[in-house]
């Protein structure tokens, strides 16, 4: 069956950095958008970043400048690097793959839990 798996999260101070990764599994991610998100509890889900599959990116104006995405098709891994972290970065992080070139986010990861303590 086709799925995505977010790497483990993890706790980290104000300015540190943190490397999420996105394994796909009974799909290639070859040809497709790949995108990550994020949710805080009682908010809403935010997009945070995506890459597509001429490596075009594009990031949300509150990491941009801070985060970096990327993928490894060989791998069929998507990766965020997020540098610089704020206490507001504090969420759930969940990788979401598309059916093609568009975002549209059919296959979803269970999410990760990244904490940024002041």
């Known amino acids: 069956q086709a799925q995505v798996v977010e790497s483990e999260g993890g706790s980290v101070q104000t300015g540190g950095s943190l490397t999420l990764s996105c394994v796909a599994s009974?799909?290639?991610?070859?040809?497709?958008?790949m995108a990550w998100f994020r949710q805080a509890p009682g908010k809403e889900r935010e997009s945070v970043s995506k890459?597509?599959?001429?490596?075009?990116?594009i990031y949300s104006n509150s990491v941009k400048g801070r985060f970096t995405v990327s993928r490894d098709d060989a791998k069929n891994t998507v990766y965020l690097q997020m540098d610089n972290l704020k206490p507001e970065d504090t969420a759930r992080y969940c990788c979401?793959?598309?059916?093609?070139?568009?975002?549209?986010?059919?296959?979803w990861g269970r999410g990760t839990q990244v904490t940024v303590s002041s």
């Open positions: 890459v597509y599959d001429d490596d075009s990116t």
């Open positions: 009974g799909y290639t991610i070859s040809g497709k958008c």
């Open positions: 979401a793959a598309g059916a093609d070139w568009r975002c549209s986010d059919v296959y």
